[in-house]
């Protein structure tokens, strides 16, 4: 789908009536991650679901199936989201690096991930939900300099952004082997499922609904959500919301979710030796411009 408006299929909602139940079921991550009101996300998301029931029954009197003809079905898109929505919401977010805490992570943000790939491929018998690792093909050199780049920019803004807003902390101190090296594997992991989930579920869900734009500013506002409990908190937006709209964007164009979390992951690896730099001064001042 291209960034332009594409004809709808005669039993499909339109782009235009479909935002108000698609925002609605975003709007509940900033409930279940930034308020962190459990209720008003259950709320939100039954509101967004009953809103897009609506619609697809007034597709259905008007004498049209609004599953029939290639229509993707928005109530069971939105359902998915919300599924996965409520599962991550179980569980605390925020960073802990014992036995429990990973245990708790691995089972919530896996199953958030399979659960909606599950009853998509099994349940509505389609294939909204894929992970089409090198889809792509070959990288090109622009990509080549974009993965450095991103490591120049992740050195020269991270630092000063976990140090001087005094964010690191929102992290557990890591000052041995052990715990280090847990962080590096939390980081990583973390990194990866964000592209599973906000990439290929999230935006893929919703990019059969919207022009590809609308639907790459609807998973920002989800993806952005759960960063925040997370801990990239304080100014984090200024830079969450940039890096979000741009893996989006970039999965688009390259088709590649091997692309997009070698990037993320680059990302993630500064982000990783920030937080053992805050957490233990004089280890990696060499490195780092900010103290």
């Not at 782009?15 to 459990?38: D, G, H, M, N, Q």
């Not at 029939?68 to 991550?88: C, E, K, Q």
């Amino acid at each position: 789908m291209t960034a332009h408006a594409r004809a709808v299929p005669r039993g499909a909602v339109s782009p235009r009536a479909a935002l108000a139940p698609a925002l609605t079921v975003c709007l509940a991550a900033p409930a279940f991650f930034v308020l962190e009101i459990a209720w008003l996300g259950w709320i939100l998301s039954a509101v967004g679901l009953a809103l897009a029931w609506i619609l697809e029954s007034r597709a259905n009197r008007a004498g049209v199936n609004a599953d029939s003809g290639g229509a993707p079905g928005l109530t069971r898109d939105l359902a998915l989201i919300v599924l996965g929505l409520m599962i991550v919401s179980i569980i605390p977010l925020a960073a802990e690096l014992d036995n429990a805490a990973m245990a708790r992570f691995t089972l919530a943000l896996g199953g958030a991930v399979a659960a909606p790939y599950l009853v998509s491929r099994f349940v509505f018998r389609d294939r909204a939900i894929r992970f089409p690792w090198r889809a792509g093909g070959r990288w090109h050199p622009a990509q080549w300099t974009w993965l450095v780049a991103v490591l120049v920019l992740g050195w020269l803004i991270l630092p000063f952004y976990f140090i001087t807003s005094g964010v690191y902390r929102n992290w557990p101190v890591v000052d041995s082997p052990d715990l280090i090296a847990r962080l590096f594997v939390g980081v990583g992991a973390v990194g990866i499922w964000d592209e599973l989930f906000f990439i290929c579920t999230v935006f893929a869900l919703l990019r059969r609904h919207f022009p590809a734009w609308a639907a790459n500013l609807l998973q920002t506002i989800v993806f952005v959500s759960f960063l925040w409990e997370l801990g990239y908190r304080a100014w984090g937006p200024a830079l969450t919301i940039p890096f979000a709209l741009l893996q989006g964007v970039i999965f688009l164009r390259t088709r590649s979710l091997a692309y997009v979390v070698t990037v993320h992951l680059l990302f993630d690896a500064v982000v990783f030796a920030v937080l053992v730099h805050a957490h233990n001064p004089g280890m990696l001042d060499a490195i780092f411009l900010v103290k």
